[in-house]
């Protein structure tokens, strides 16, 4: 099993573009979220998902979409890019009935 | 608020000295607190969940305690491959997002 995958691995945006981040997992998890992860700030939770269709806001949804049309994908999406989106994403999932999450490798977004 | 904090901020020991690194939390309902090794450039890797008081895990020279008001990641006799950033997080009850609340991590250094 390659675990939860995530691409680009780096990516540089100029204020105002739109980009979507891939993530993906291939342990048939129902639950998927995506953090975010600051300097001093630690990971915070953007949005999840408890399955296919079924998504919802977290500590830090502004600025961000999600959709899950399957159970493998979980795209993140900005909409127009801004400086404070700069940051590393991790995307993660579980199990429906185990807490402990898994985590991707990462995306290291640059805004400028 | 629902809050987690971890201790120290940074620790260096030498090869072979033992310590303990601290999460304390203040939260309205523990479903479960989970402790996970961070790598620089890498995503959080899952070490343990804790799910109730005097409960312990133990995994390689790492072992994890839980009290009702924080928990203790003791390491033992460590080696520099121990050397990462070790976070703490808490899943809690009835809490509307299925997300982790995480600690800002204790920056570990092994040194040889």
């Known amino acids: 099993n390659a675990g939860v995958t995530q691409t680009p691995k780096f990516q540089v945006l100029k204020t105002g573009q739109s980009m979507t981040l891939q993530c993906a997992q291939d342990?048939?998890?129902?639950?998927m979220s995506w953090y975010r992860q600051d300097p001093g700030m630690g990971l915070r939770l953007i949005h999840y998902?408890?399955?296919?269709?079924?998504?919802d806001q977290g500590e830090v949804p502004n600025g961000y979409n999600v959709s899950r049309s399957t159970t493998e994908d979980f795209p993140l999406r900005l909409l127009s890019a801004a400086p404070s989106q700069t940051s590393v994403y991790f995307c993660?999932?579980?199990?429906?009935?185990?807490?402990?999450?898994?985590f991707g490798p990462g995306t290291r977004l640059t805004v400028t | 608020e629902d809050q987690v904090t971890q201790s120290p901020e940074a620790l260096r020991l030498q090869e072979g000295e033992s310590s303990s690194l601290n999460c304390s939390y203040t939260?309205?309902?523990?479903?479960?607190l989970f402790w996970y090794r961070q790598d620089p450039g890498k995503g959080p890797e899952f070490l343990f969940t804790?799910?109730?008081a005097g409960e312990e895990k133990e995994k390689e020279r790492l072992k994890a305690t839980l009290t009702k008001k924080e928990s203790f990641l003791h390491i033992t006799a460590p080696k520099p491959e121990d050397s990462a950033t070790y976070l703490c997080?808490?899943?809690?009850?009835?809490?509307?997002?299925?997300?982790?609340?995480f600690g800002k991590g204790t920056h570990l250094i092994i040194q040889p």
């Open positions: 993660a999932s579980r199990e429906k009935w185990a807490y402990e999450q898994y």
């Open positions: 939260v309205s309902g523990l479903r479960g």
């Open positions: 998902s408890v399955g296919a269709g079924i998504t």
């Open positions: 804790l799910y109730s």
């Open positions: 342990m048939n998890h129902e639950y």
């Open positions: 997080a808490v899943l809690i009850k009835g809490g509307g997002a299925d997300g982790l609340t």
